[in-house]
């Protein structure tokens, strides 16, 4: 029987009379990195708040390690790490002051925050900031001291709310790799975010949520399992490689943008074309430089089926 870290049932959250978060049934199981992805505005970041106990419910089940939310909170947030939306910290407090205080919040004898503030703020990279008042600090270096604070008393659970919202590109990449190395030390890891491409290279199961309903959840390698058709090639000659493409049946479409040939694949000939194709390009010394699907299959799934485009 799959154990769950993250357990709700049907969660729900009014307004007034404006629904947010509708029936919500999430199942995260224990050691995953689970992706809670939909558009702005989605419900992700209401859900979020009622699983760490900062929002009551309207109605409906929160277990959290087992245990009930919000009437179990102080236990289930001494092993949980929480970063919010937008960073909350005391402005006056140094990254330090910040850091140790957070790790004796949750439980941490003050030696043993003082060195875990210590490793964290190096980790995250605003070790040389560690006397800077957080008042001080840029959106991104917020954004990072919070990570560092979610954790603070090494907790088994992370939940994350829109996590690289203030980074900049390489503080993404930076912040991918630090994710996928805590879940190889067996984190759980539940990150909410509306950027489709940063949830597939972070995460191995999703939970897609949509006008505050959950329309999908599982694996990803489950949801996305479907034929691709359509794909972006760049040749050292793509006039060739069009001319060889429009010659065959079962390329629907063909056509270049941009320097790039968009072609479109009757799916069930998809071997063939991957075969043929390939085979031209050596005989004829045309070198390829870029194969990929159009979209990522996880974006196509928002589009096709749930009815969710490029907002996402």
Same mark, same amino acid.
Request: charged fraction near 30%; charge should be negative.
């Given at each position: 029987m799959e154990t769950y870290v993250i357990e709700t049932r049907d969660l729900t959250k009014f307004f007034g009379k404006r629904n947010v978060?509708?029936?919500?049934?999430?199942?995260?199981?224990?050691?995953?990195?689970?992706?809670?992805?939909?558009?702005?505005? =989605?419900?992700?970041t209401t859900t979020?708040?009622?699983l760490t106990g900062a929002l009551k419910p309207t109605y409906g089940e929160?277990?959290?390690?087992?245990?009930?939310m919000p009437r179990e909170r102080?236990?289930?947030?001494?092993? =949980?790490?929480?970063?919010p939306e937008v960073p909350i910290a005391y402005e006056d407090m140094t990254i330090f002051e910040f850091l140790v205080y957070m790790g004796r919040l949750s439980g941490m004898k003050k030696g043993d925050a003082v060195e875990q503030a210590k490793r964290l703020m190096q980790y995250t990279g605003v070790g040389r900031l560690a006397l800077n008042k957080i008042k001080? @600090?840029? %959106?991104? /270096?917020? /954004?990072?001291?919070?990570? =560092?604070a979610a954790l603070m008393g090494d907790p088994e659970l992370l939940i994350l709310d829109e996590p690289t919202a203030n980074l900049d590109p390489l503080g993404r990449i930076e912040f991918i790799g630090k994710v996928l190395e805590l879940a190889r030390q067996g984190k759980s890891i539940f990150i909410s975010s509306h950027i489709v491409s940063e949830v597939e290279k972070m995460c191995n199961h999703v939970g897609i949520i949509n006008r505050g309903v959950l329309v999908a959840q599982?694996?990803?390698?489950? @949801?996305?399992?479907?034929?691709?058709?359509?794909?972006?090639?760049?040749? %050292?000659?793509?006039?060739?490689?069009i001319a060889f493409l429009r010659e065959k049946p079962y390329v629907r479409e063909v056509w270049e943008e941009e320097g790039v040939i968009r072609v479109r694949v009757e799916p069930r000939f998809l071997e063939e074309?991957? @075969? =043929?194709?390939?085979r031209y390009l050596v005989e004829n010394g045309v070198r390829l430089k870029l194969f990929r699907p159009h979209t990522s299959p996880l974006?196509?799934? @928002?589009?096709?089926?749930?009815?969710?485009?490029?907002?996402t």
């Open positions: 978060v509708y029936h919500l049934n999430l199942k995260v199981p224990k050691g995953v990195v689970y992706g809670f992805l939909g558009p702005n505005g =989605a419900g992700k979020i708040k009622m929160i277990r959290i390690f087992g245990m009930e102080v236990e289930i947030m001494r092993k =949980a790490g929480y970063m001080e @600090l840029s %959106s991104g /270096q917020k /954004q990072r001291v919070s990570f =560092a599982g694996r990803i390698r489950d @949801l996305v399992s479907v034929e691709e058709d359509e794909y972006d090639v760049v040749t %050292s000659d793509n006039d060739k490689a074309f991957f @075969l =043929a194709f390939p974006e196509r799934i @928002l589009m096709e089926k749930f009815g969710m485009g490029e907002e």
